[in-house]
């Protein structure tokens, strides 16, 4: 035990790594502790407070499963716990780099105990089980407990194996065992070649998320991917990527992209395993991210598969296999695209509903810059959308916003001012205070018929700025589930603005610079900095509780768990004054009425049912329960998720008067989309109730 106050010593075995902070790590934690002490938004004081904060992100970082670390390493680590936070605006990393140090050893520790493991005699009749995410669990008080879990996880993994294989071919357990050999290994080689800039960035990201969730600390490399993705192209499924539980998690799906097109994956799906082509499959789970995403990352037109474990199913379910073909992702490309939906009103007669699909808020700067009067821009094409769906004459037009992340404030803006004369569209509050009103300058509407906005969990930013303030003015109806809550402004900084000469030398002198910088990026990396809030035109903030639409339709994602307000350091929701703003129209009547209309066909709806059933499926595996580690009794678990599965899947292409499912056919893809149907449902009522 380390005496309270002392600096901790590490005393670890020929397996243990000892990883220690450079000068330029010590100083740029200095700067970073008084950019958020000083100059940030929430300016936030070092304090015991935010030292507890920082201490529960790094602990549930490096060992959210509980899986590695014993509560005597906890309770030795508490003596750190409120002081990291002062421990940084002073430079001093030291108790959190021994905390990861730690973690480290006692994976290392563990990983090979599971490789001696392999050799040892298990016996798939016992009932026993084995749970793999232990979060809600206390840590394990004996190193006897913890290698008990390891020997269930090896359990685990052969029979894991062994139930993958055709019942048609004979087991080769010899062959099973090499596969977890290479793959522990594997794990171990990746974890040994964890550097001083691993810890660091490990370390800043507990940090900056205890100020809130969208200020962010990015080291040279991770800047530069960071610029790259938010300016340039990428080449994959396009997905963005995250481990949870040692497993790459997908977190976001781009616009656009290959995973977008191919509908297969889900927000919270789990790969793990990737093959190249028609090759075989290798199991990423464990790996370090990096790793994993140069696995499934890949150049133009080359194929990937990916096993999936879907949003929601439990670790003992059989993954599914989901083929795609790599693009190169524009992300300047990502434009608004337009359809129209013809619909059989309840009185027989057809209504053009105009669909215009929005996946960012978009505008080519560098065009504007060059002075090139054709720019792209979300509003230029927009306007012109617009105008091809009133040549064509559709009754009332439907702006889906879902999954749009937001983009250009002042394309929120403009895009605003084709639904409404002229007038406020947004308030920005800095960081002195001070607010300023962005206002839609141009007279006139491109659009002056039904209109609705369709918005959803994942819809963020200037997506709840233009959906707030449309709905504010009254100008349509907003439907879909309550946004996402983003209602903070960032400033992407270089930290070389901070670092001053002494402190270059310093570094300089101590041989410790970065020698790993990529050409061009940032040499001591980036902070993405909250400097300001948004309002909306009413003086309510779209901060933490986001947009809460006119009609509702139930989704998966629940506030509880995804967005803002899921967030524990998130900035919280107030008010500031309202803008002098005329309403268009009042539909608090129209939207009641919309509501009862829509609730009465919900009775009646089979799809509205499936939904129900989709969202319950998402939900129900939330615990992660244990997983049997009896052979008989998993695979009669396995083949009843599997048949469930198939039959649901079933009764929803009988549905859609598609082919049935058939036995060893590729699960075939569900498209669709019931929200949007059922939107443009609601437009037909809302154009009745107008009239």
């Not at 055709?166 to 040994?192: F, G, H, M, P, W």
């Not at 075989?280 to 133009?300: C, L, M, S, T």
């Not at 560098?366 to 769906?389: I, M, Q």
Request: charged share 30%.
């Amino acid at each position: 035990m380390v005496a309270c106050g002392a600096k901790p010593r590490v005393d670890l075995d020929q397996e243990g790594m000892v990883l220690k902070p450079t000068t330029q790590h010590e100083i740029i934690a200095k700067t970073v502790a008084e950019l958020l002490e000083y100059q940030s938004y929430k300016r936030v004081p070092m304090n015991d407070s935010i030292s507890n904060i920082v201490f529960d992100n790094l602990i549930k970082m490096i060992d959210p499963g509980k899986n590695y670390m014993l509560q005597s390493d906890i309770d030795g680590f508490q003596q750190y716990r409120n002081n990291m936070s002062q421990d940084f605006r002073k430079g001093d990393l030291t108790s959190s780099f021994f905390i990861y140090s730690k973690y480290v050893d006692r994976f290392l520790q563990a990983m090979n105990y599971a490789l001696a493991e392999l050799d040892a005699k298990h016996d798939f009749t016992k009932d026993e089980t084995y749970n793999s995410f232990r979060e809600k669990e206390k840590w394990f008080t004996t190193d006897a407990q913890l290698k008990d879990q390891m020997r269930k996880r090896v359990k685990y993994d052969l029979l894991n194996l062994k139930l993958a294989g055709s019942d048609s071919v004979k087991v080769d357990e010899a062959k099973n065992k090499e596969t977890l050999k290479s793959r522990y290994n594997n794990l171990i080689s990746q974890v040994k070649k964890t550097n001083s800039n691993d810890a660091f960035q490990t370390v800043m990201t507990a940090f900056t998320d205890a100020i809130d969730p969208h200020t962010n600390y990015f080291n040279p490399s991770l800047s530069q991917s960071f610029n790259e993705s938010m300016s340039n192209t990428l080449e994959g499924i396009g997905a963005q990527l995250q481990m949870e539980n040692e497993m790459v998690t997908i977190k976001m799906i781009i616009p656009g992209g290959p995973a977008y097109k191919d509908k297969s994956l889900q927000i919270n799906d789990r790969i793990v395993a990737v093959a190249q082509g028609n090759g075989e499959f290798e199991d990423i789970v464990g790996w370090r991210i990096d790793a994993a995403v140069a696995k499934i990352k890949g150049k133009k037109g080359t194929v990937v598969r990916l096993k999936i474990l879907p949003a929601g199913a439990s670790a003992s379910a059989t993954p599914r296999i989901v083929t795609l073909t790599r693009e190169k992702i524009i992300l300047a490309e990502e434009s608004a695209k337009r359809e129209i939906k013809t619909i059989k009103g309840p009185d027989g007669k057809d209504f053009k509903i105009g669909i215009i699909n929005l996946p960012k808020f978009y505008i080519d700067f560098e065009a504007v810059r060059r002075g090139d009067r054709d720019y792209k821009s979300t509003t230029r094409d927009v306007r012109l959308l617009l105008d091809t769906l009133k040549q064509e004459g559709v009754d009332a037009v439907l702006m889906d916003l879902r999954n749009n992340g937001g983009g250009s404030l002042q394309e929120a803006v403009e895009l605003t001012g084709l639904f409404i004369d002229k007038g406020p569209v947004v308030q920005v509050r800095d960081t002195r205070n001070n607010v300023q009103i962005e206002k839609d300058q141009e007279a006139g509407l491109a659009w002056e018929g039904p209109f609705g906005v369709i918005i959803n969990r994942f819809s963020a930013s200037a997506s709840e700025i233009f959906a707030g303030a449309i709905q504010d003015y009254g100008r349509g109806v907003i439907l879909g589930s309550t946004s996402y809550g983003k209602g903070t402004v960032q400033s992407a900084m270089d930290m070389s603005r901070f670092i001053s000469q002494t402190q270059r030398l310093l570094i300089k002198a101590s041989g410790t610079s970065d020698p790993d910088t990529p050409n061009g990026a940032p040499q001591f990396g980036q902070i993405n900095l909250t400097m300001g809030k948004f309002y909306r035109i009413n003086g309510s903030s779209t901060q933490h509780k986001g947009v809460t639409p006119d009609l509702t339709f139930p989704t998966q994602y629940t506030a509880e768990k995804f967005g803002e307000s899921s967030e524990k350091a998130a900035l919280p929701w107030d008010q500031i004054k309202s803008t002098n703003f005329q309403k268009i129209a009042d539909l608090k009547d129209i939207n009641n009425k919309l509501n009862e209309i829509h609730k009465t066909r919900m009775v009646k709806s089979p799809a509205y049912s499936y939904l129900m059933e989709d969202i319950e499926e998402f939900n129900k595996d939330e615990e992660m329960p244990a997983i049997s580690l009896n052979e008989t009794k998993l695979k009669a678990e396995r083949e009843k998720i599997r048949l469930k599965n198939r039959d649901r899947i079933n009764k929803q292409l009988a549905f859609l008067g598609k082919p049935l499912w058939k036995e060893g056919q590729p699960q075939p893809k569900l498209e669709y989309d019931f929200v949007l149907d059922e939107s443009a449902n609601v437009m037909i009522d809302y154009i009745k109730l107008k009239k």
